[in-house]
């Protein structure tokens, strides 16, 4: 059993990195998804939101560049949509308008706009259609569509110096890294593997390099492993090898599923990976691996789901 300590955070000021993640756990009738932290190494355990919507989530926390601020994936405002709070998570509100469902991207560096990913379809079902790059001005409430292409464009990140975007993309017919100007000019597919996905990516703290997830297409059993690549698509290096000892099969969340529970976040040095994976037991736990593939610890040890680390520093 899992004990929780509950704290929102309030009146903190030691600066401490801690690993935000999505889970299960909790003594809910009907399970749903709550944000939670944990230090580094695993220990004192918090949970941050306590009112997900019965088999929904409060997900996928982006905090802002000054800290005081954070956006969140939630269904409490009919379907899924962005909400913002202060960085304890009190003051909660509606960050995203209108009907279309929209999910969790990340902020400029100076705080001023926000990537994020919206369904962009004329009319109802307001979640089926193309999932498009969208960037809010949060000053002006105004946001204008960067990828407009056919297809699944999603995650966007922002490089430090606010000049480019990393984001995925199944516009080619599997799912690729791209990097595009921060307008979404200049598109590159910097992996380009047809019989390869590419997901659950993030950016080293220096844009130096990416971490990402692989599945190989062709394979009659699809094993996610985990990898870094320098921002060119050079010198992929596989930190987990799970195919070679067949752990982590990838199981749909739902019949015709994407693998939509694996994320990847770097410590603030840029020397350690935070990632969620079913690599030991049936439900995902958090774990935590150098950059070189060495020393891999589990942080969560419950028999909930744990997905989308979130490395930050407080």
């Known amino acids: 059993m899992t004990t929780l300590v509950v704290s929102s955070c309030v009146g903190q000021q030691r600066k401490s990195e801690r690993i935000y993640f999505d889970s299960e756990m909790g003594s809910k009738k009907i399970p749903s998804f709550e944000i939670f932290s944990v230090n580094p190494d695993g220990s004192e355990l918090r949970q941050h939101t306590f009112d997900a919507v019965p088999r929904r989530a409060n997900s996928s926390p982006k905090f802002s560049p000054d800290g005081k601020q954070v956006i969140f994936g939630t269904y409490k405002y009919g379907g899924y949509k962005i909400a913002i709070a202060n960085s304890d998570f009190t003051q909660q509100r509606r960050f995203t308008k209108g009907p279309h469902y929209t999910y969790v991207g990340s902020w400029s560096p100076n ?5 994020y990913n919206k369904v962009d379809t004329k009319g109802a079902p307001y979640f089926q259609g193309d999932f498009e790059i969208f960037l809010m001005d949060i000053e002006q409430s105004t946001d204008v569509n960067i990828s407009n292409t056919k297809g699944s464009d999603f995650g966007p990140q922002w490089s430090q110096d606010g000049k480019k975007i990393l984001f995925g993309s199944d516009r080619t017919g599997n799912s690729d890294i791209y ?13 380009n593997t047809p019989k390869i996905d590419e997901f659950g990516f993030s950016w080293s703290p220096d844009n130096s390099k990416i971490a990402f997830h692989v ?11 985990l990898y870094t690549m320098n921002i ?20 749909p969340y739902y019949d015709g599923a994407p693998p939509i529970f694996y994320g990847s976040s770097w410590s603030a040095d840029g020397t350690k990976i935070a990632f969620s994976s079913k690599r030991n037991s049936n439900n995902f736990q958090i774990f935590v691996v150098r950059a070189n593939g060495t020393e891999q610890e589990q942080l969560t040890h419950n028999q909930a789901n744990n997905v989308f680390p979130l490395w930050h520093v407080e």
């Open 111 to 115: 705080g001023k706009k926000v990537a």
């Open 179 to 191: 990097i595009m100007d921060a307008n979404g000019q200049n598109v590159k597919n910097i992996t």
């Open 215 to 225: 599945i190989h297409r062709d394979a009659k059993k699809k094993y996610i492993d």
């Open 232 to 251: 060119n698509g050079s010198q992929r290096t596989n930190l987990t090898q799970n195919q070679t000892s067949k752990k982590n099969l990838f199981v």
